[in-house]
């Protein structure tokens, strides 16, 4: 089969994948959604009961061909620096910036990809200058401080009319 024929594929059994979800995950709070297996020698859902959730299995498995692809076909490679993409292939990969690279460096790839002829995932990027970015500390002390001076008066009002 083709990628394109086995990506369509994928897409169909993803919709048709039932969530996986721990074993009475409803029932107490403290055990999470996240996936556990069933190991109880009575459980219903080990035993694949009528009216139990799913357990996952081989046959819910992507094709092998198309398994840990990106939608568009193509296989995902990270990137935290520069010199990265000069290993990267446009023909069969895309890059995705890593979620720790800052603005200034993640700029730098997106350039770097740019002139390669790179696909980015994640280039989405605030624009501001670098020097004008950030919180503006001095402002936001002042309005705190006025904040507090606002209701340590009121508390002195209040004293005053008892």
């Not at 993803?14 to 999470?32: A, S, T």
């Not at 092998?64 to 292939?89: A, C, D, F, T």
Request: charged share 45%; proline share 5%.
């Amino acid at each position: 089969m083709s990628k394109d024929r086995l990506l369509k594929l994928r897409k169909k059994m993803n919709r048709k994948r039932p969530k996986f979800l721990r074993e009475e995950h409803w029932r107490y709070k403290r055990l999470g959604k996240k996936w556990r297996r069933p190991k109880g020698i009575d459980s219903g859902m080990r035993h694949k009961r009528r009216g139990k959730p799913k357990v996952v299995e081989v046959g819910y498995r992507n094709p092998k061909k198309v398994r840990g692809l990106h939608p568009s076909g193509y296989r995902i490679v990270h990137v935290y620096n520069v010199e990265m993409l000069e290993e990267v292939n446009p023909n069969e990969e895309v890059v995705m910036i890593g979620k720790t690279v800052g603005r200034k460096k993640r700029l730098d790839i997106i350039d770097r990809a740019e002139e390669l002829g790179l696909r980015v995932l994640n280039a989405r990027v605030t624009m501001a200058p670098i020097e004008e970015a950030g919180p503006a500390f001095e402002e936001e002390e002042e309005y705190f401080l006025e904040g507090e001076d606002e209701d340590y008066e009121l508390l002195e009002d209040e004293e005053e009319t008892e």
